[in-house]
């Protein structure tokens, strides 16, 4: 079950009491994960709360708004805050994800930055790490896809995460295997601060139903589309109808800035729009545990990424 959407930004929830007759105390914080684009901060947070909550994809860009995921224990419960990809900003979208970026760290209990462990680290994760050092909070490195490395790469990358001089810990894994990475949340979990869960223990993210629903049409469209085109896609879900039958009837709008990216989504006879939907649908009806209708349509809106109202619309703060 996901709870209710955040539209105040990165504001802590009240604490949820601790269950009677609980035999330990309980801790509970916020991580907030920071990252190159595309490094898997996503699947690591897919990883640890057990059941996918942000969507992946190859693409940079993929995540926009900080996404929390809740991954709770017997005794802990992290706050999981996927940052987006931590870039230079370049436009309104890019500039509101970096402050969003500023605000969930000054709110976090600790850092988990997450680095490629293929591509090694780089200037970029050099940038990172500034950033993290003057936050006042404890940092944690994982450097991730390590399955795709043989044993003295991985010891070269950890070593070159050590040298960033901003972590005790560093732990090898692979967040789509799940290697490492219970290790990994339990030793975020003991660094969490004394106190009541913020959520109940059934749920495991904060989005609406309808922007965990439009995260996974747009995942949809990211995977099967190339170039310009997936920076340019954003999807508003108008309608979720639930009727008698069962069935759940979803209304979704996909956004693009040209006509030509139109063209794209909707391919040859309809024939993307049509593969877009029937993955989307399979995602949907995942999620929900109900049979799913679903309706797409394709519109232009030029220049959305620099639009301020248009932003404020699509809740990236």
Same mark, same amino acid.
């Given at each position: 079950? +996901?709870?209710?959407?955040? &539209?105040?930004?990165?504001?802590?929830?009240? &604490? +949820?009491?601790?269950?009677?007759?609980?035999?330990?105390? %309980?801790?509970?914080?916020?991580?907030?994960?920071?990252?190159?684009? /595309?490094?898997?901060?996503?699947?690591?947070?897919?990883?640890?709360?057990?059941?996918?909550?942000?969507?992946?994809?190859?693409?940079?860009?993929? %995540?926009?708004?900080?996404?929390?995921?809740?991954?709770?224990?017997?005794?802990?419960?992290?706050?999981?805050?996927?940052? &987006?990809?931590?870039?230079?900003?370049?436009?309104?979208? %890019?500039?509101?994800?970096?402050?969003?970026?500023?605000?969930?760290?000054?709110?976090?209990?600790?850092?988990?930055?997450?680095?490629?462990?293929?591509?090694?680290?780089?200037?970029?994760?050099?940038?990172?790490?500034?950033?993290?050092?003057?936050?006042?909070?404890?940092?944690?490195?994982?450097? /991730?896809?390590?399955?795709?490395?043989?044993?003295?790469?991985?010891?070269?990358?950890?070593?070159?995460?050590?040298?960033?001089?901003?972590?005790?810990?560093?732990? &090898?894994?692979?967040?789509?295997?799940?290697?490492? +990475?219970?290790?990994?949340?339990?030793?975020?979990?003991?660094?969490?601060?004394?106190?009541?869960?913020?959520?109940?223990?059934?749920? /495991?993210?904060?989005?609406?139903?309808?922007?965990?629903?439009?995260?996974?049409v747009r995942e949809a469209a990211l995977r099967r589309t190339f170039q310009e085109v997936p920076h340019s896609v954003e999807v508003?879900?108008?309608?979720?109808?639930?009727?008698?039958?069962? +069935?759940?009837?979803?209304?979704?709008?996909?956004?693009?800035?040209?006509?030509?990216?139109?063209?794209?989504?909707?391919?040859?006879?309809?024939?993307?729009?049509?593969?877009?939907?029937?993955?989307?649908?399979?995602?949907?009806?995942?999620?929900?545990?109900?049979?799913?209708?679903?309706?797409?349509?394709?519109?232009?809106?030029?220049?959305?990424?620099?639009?301020?109202?248009?932003?404020?619309?699509?809740?990236?703060?």
């Amino acid at each position: 079950m +996901v709870s209710g959407p955040d &539209p105040q930004g990165p504001q802590r929830l009240a &604490p +949820v009491p601790d269950p009677e007759g609980a035999a330990e105390p %309980t801790r509970a914080g916020f991580v907030a994960l920071a990252g190159r684009p /595309n490094v898997g901060k996503s699947t690591m947070v897919n990883a640890m709360v057990g059941r996918k909550v942000a969507i992946t994809s190859d693409k940079p860009q993929t %995540t926009r708004r900080a996404i929390r995921g809740v991954a709770t224990g017997a005794a802990e419960q992290l706050v999981l805050v996927d940052l &987006p990809g931590v870039q230079r900003p370049r436009d309104a979208l %890019t500039e509101r994800m970096q402050r969003r970026v500023e605000r969930e760290l000054k709110d976090a209990d600790a850092a988990l930055m997450v680095i490629n462990g293929e591509e090694g680290v780089g200037p970029g994760d050099r940038w990172i790490a500034a950033l993290l050092a003057a936050a006042p909070v404890p940092v944690v490195i994982a450097v /991730n896809k390590v399955d795709r490395l043989d044993a003295p790469r991985v010891i070269t990358v950890l070593s070159a995460a050590a040298e960033l001089g901003i972590a005790d810990d560093i732990f &090898p894994v692979s967040a789509r295997k799940g290697t490492g +990475v219970l290790e990994l949340r339990a030793h975020l979990g003991a660094l969490m601060p004394a106190s009541p869960f913020f959520f109940p223990p059934e749920d /495991n993210s904060d989005q609406s139903e309808a922007q965990l629903l439009a995260e996974l049409v747009r995942e949809a469209a990211l995977r099967r589309t190339f170039q310009e085109v997936p920076h340019s896609v954003e999807v508003v879900i108008d309608e979720i109808d639930r009727d008698r039958s069962g +069935v759940t009837r979803v209304l979704g709008k996909i956004w693009v800035e040209t006509e030509s990216q139109k063209g794209i989504l909707i391919g040859a006879h309809g024939k993307m729009i049509k593969q877009i939907g029937t993955a989307a649908r399979k995602e949907l009806q995942r999620e929900l545990g109900v049979q799913v209708h679903l309706e797409l349509s394709v519109r232009v809106r030029k220049g959305w990424r620099g639009d301020e109202r248009a932003l404020d619309r699509l809740g990236i703060e």
